[in-house]
């Protein structure tokens, strides 16, 4: 009965934004951590931000600066805010629910960053 349902991938320009949502059922959102993650075909599957349920926050270091996770317990929703984009960002970008042993996982939205 857990969902997670990534919304607001696409196509965009390098240098373009976009804003990526994960809205998340069955769980009770405020005691887990949420994560984005990021896969590229061929490629190992990256860890892109955190957020916990005290709104620490971690970045890999290809994406400070540039990229900002928030969470908003009241809608049950992690976003990803991705500016300046580049095409090393491409991926297909999948939430992540962590509160146990085994996270939970959305089905993945596609980013593009293509001129």
């Known amino acids: 009965q857990v969902q997670l349902v990534e919304s607001g991938g696409g196509l965009v320009q390098p240098g373009g934004s976009l804003r990526l949502s994960c809205a998340v059922s069955g769980i009770i959102f405020g005691l887990y951590t949420m994560a984005w993650y990021r896969q590229v075909p061929g490629k190992q599957r990256e860890l892109v931000a955190t957020?916990?349920?005290?709104?620490?926050?971690f970045y890999t270091n290809s994406v400070k600066g540039r990229f900002t996770i928030s969470r908003d317990n009241a809608k049950n929703t992690v976003y990803l805010q991705m500016n300046s984009l580049k095409p090393e960002d491409t991926a297909v970008y999948y939430c992540s629910a962590v509160g146990g042993q085994n996270p939970y996982w959305g089905q993945g939205t596609q980013v593009t960053v293509s001129s």
């Open positions: 957020i916990t349920r005290d709104d620490a926050i």
